[in-house]
């Protein structure tokens, strides 16, 4: 899957500041949905119905996103530019 530039940068930039961030974080839940939209090539962002259902989207996205950093040869903890 290729991630245009637009999105790459949003990971890079914005999406690093709520990365294992709690769930219960302000604006938390928006930012983690889009992260899943980007990084598995949705259209649009879901619908997460449940409070439990934060746990998985959290574990999902943080597996997609370490391969994301990877990918892009960042490494956690590295200032990302």
Not at 54 to 68: A, G, I, P, T
Request: aromatic fraction near 14%; charged fraction near 30%.
């Amino acid at each position: 899957m290729i991630i245009n530039k637009q999105d790459t940068d949003w990971l890079k930039q914005q999406f690093v500041h709520w990365y294992t961030e709690l769930p219960s974080t302000k604006g938390w839940l928006q930012a983690y949905l889009e992260a899943e939209r980007i990084l598995k090539g949705f259209k649009e962002r879901r619908h997460v119905g449940c409070k439990c259902e934060y746990r998985v989207l959290q574990q999902n996205v943080d597996k997609l996103y370490e391969k994301f950093l990877l990918d892009e040869g960042i490494s956690y903890g590295q200032t990302i530019i």
